[in-house]
Nanobody
Framework: QVQLAESGGGLVQAGGSLRLSCAVS????????MGWFRQAPGKEREFVTA????????YYADSVKGRFTISRDNAKKTVYLQMNSLKPEDTAVYYC?????????????????WGQGTQVTVSS
């Protein structure tokens, strides 16, 4: 059973930064593609970014491109989401997800494991 635990959410002013972390219990971790999704109040969950098993490939939603950076440390079994230049519209619960794959995975339905989410609130 793979377990994911997000941390690092909080309240930040517009223009500020936050770094989210996702600790993964998978063994070994290197065989998992990872992604971040978010869900704003009253909206469906949406894709934010994804990274392949060794960090060689990444993909971003247009809405966060140039502001957010995904990375991973396989030795620490952790994925990070660095969020800069935050906007009020980035306010959401952020979820990390894992899929046992060596590909870059962007489709929500392809992910098998999910964390409980961490709240990010950006004030104007």
């Amino acid at each position: 059973q793979v377990q994911l635990a997000e941390s690092g959410g909080g309240l930040v002013q517009a223009g500020g930064s936050l770094r989210l972390s996702c600790a993964v219990s998978a063994r070994p971790f290197y065989g998992y593609a990872m992604g971040w999704f978010r869900q704003a109040p009253g909206k469906e969950r949406e894709f934010v970014t994804a990274i392949d098993w060794n960090g060689g490939r990444t993909y971003y939603a247009d809405s966060v491109k140039g502001r957010f950076t995904i990375s991973r440390d396989n030795a620490k079994k952790t994925v990070y989401l660095q969020m800069n230049s935050l906007k009020p519209e980035d306010t959401a619960v952020y979820y990390c997800a894992a899929d046992h794959s060596f590909d870059l995975v962007t489709a929500e339905n392809d992910y098998d494991y999910w964390g409980q989410g961490t709240q990010v609130t950006v004030s104007s």
